[in-house]
T-cell receptor, first 111, second 112 residues
Framework: DVKVTQSSRYLVKRTGEKVFLECVQD?????MFWYRQDPGLGLRLIYF???????EKGDIPEGYSVSREKKERFSLILESASTNQTSMYLC??????????FGSGTRLTVV | GDSVTQMEGPVTLSEEAFLTINCTYT??????LFWYVQYPGEGLQLLLK?????DKGSNKGFEATYRKETTSFHLEKGSVQVSDSAVYFC???????????FGTGTRLQVFP
C-alpha cells in the first residue's frame, strides 16, 4: 500500500524554537508539497518541490523553508516558530498526471 | 489566479437523504477537477476526479460531472450514510504545474 508518512501526529513547541516537520513517501514520486490547513481557509500551499534539491514557494511561504536532499523526503522547517503558525500541516506527493497522496497530518501547537 | 469556491457548511442531513455539495471554479485553460474527503483525524483521500469537460467521476456512490459551461463540479450522492460524515474539498489542478488549488471545504454531518 502506497504511503506518505509524516513523522509526528501532534507537536507542541515554544515560540522562537526551530521546528522540523518530516515527510517521507515510498512511491518514487517526483512532486512533493506542504500545505497548512486552517478552519475557514481550506488548504494553503506553503512550498513544493518537483525534484531533489529543487524548491518553489507556494502561496504562503513566509516564516517557512524546506529541504529536499533525497527524492523520498521533503522537510518543512519553521525557522522561528510563532503562535500564528499553530495549524494542521499536510504533506502530499504526486506522480505524473497529478493525483495527490496525502499524509495523515501533523497538528502543531506553538505556545 | 485560479480559484475554487465551495458552499459553506456544515451540511446536516438524515441518513438516506440526497446530498449535493456545490463547487464552482475559475481557471485559465482546462484544469482537472477533484473531490477529496477528510475523515476525522486523518489526511485527505482522493474521492473522485474528472479530467475533461462532460467527464463524470464516481466512487463509493458519489458522483460529480465536469461542467465547462457553468464552470462547476458539484458533488452528489443519492443516499448518504452516517459513515459519510467528513469534510469534503473540491480542488482543481493546473495542467502545467500539477499544483492543486483547494476550496475551503464543506463539513457534512449525517445523523441516524
Amino acid at each position: 500500500d502506497v504511503k506518505v508518512t509524516q513523522s509526528s501526529r501532534y507537536l507542541v513547541k515554544r515560540t522562537g524554537e526551530k521546528v522540523f516537520l518530516e515527510c517521507v513517501q515510498d512511491m518514487d514520486h517526483e512532486n512533493m508539497f506542504w500545505y497548512r490547513q486552517d478552519p475557514g481557509l481550506g488548504l494553503r500551499l506553503i512550498y513544493f518541490s518537483y525534484d531533489v534539491k529543487m524548491k518553489e514557494k507556494g502561496d504562503i511561504p513566509e516564516g517557512y523553508s524546506v529541504s529536499r536532499e533525497k527524492k523520498e523526503r521533503f522537510s518543512l522547517i519553521l525557522e522561528s516558530a510563532s503562535t500564528n503558525q499553530t495549524s494542521m500541516y499536510l504533506c502530499a506527493s504526486a506522480g505524473a498526471g497529478g493525483g495527490y497522496t496525502f499524509g495523515s497530518g501533523t497538528r502543531l501547537t506553538v505556545v | 489566479g485560479d480559484s475554487v469556491t465551495q458552499m459553506e457548511g456544515p451540511v446536516t442531513l438524515s441518513e438516506e437523504a440526497f446530498l449535493t455539495i456545490n463547487c464552482t471554479y475559475t481557471a485559465t485553460g482546462y484544469p482537472s477537477l477533484f473531490w477529496y474527503v477528510q475523515y476525522p483525524g486523518e489526511g485527505l483521500q482522493l474521492l473522485l476526479k474528472a479530467t475533461k469537460a462532460d467527464d463524470k467521476g464516481s466512487n463509493k456512490g458519489f458522483e460529480a460531472t465536469y461542467r465547462k459551461e457553468t464552470t462547476s463540479f458539484h458533488l452528489e450522492k443519492g443516499s448518504v450514510q452516517v459513515s459519510d460524515s467528513a469534510v469534503y474539498f473540491c480542488a482543481l489542478s493546473d495542467r502545467v504545474t500539477d499544483k492543486l488549488i483547494f476550496g475551503t471545504g464543506t463539513r457534512l454531518q449525517v445523523f441516524p
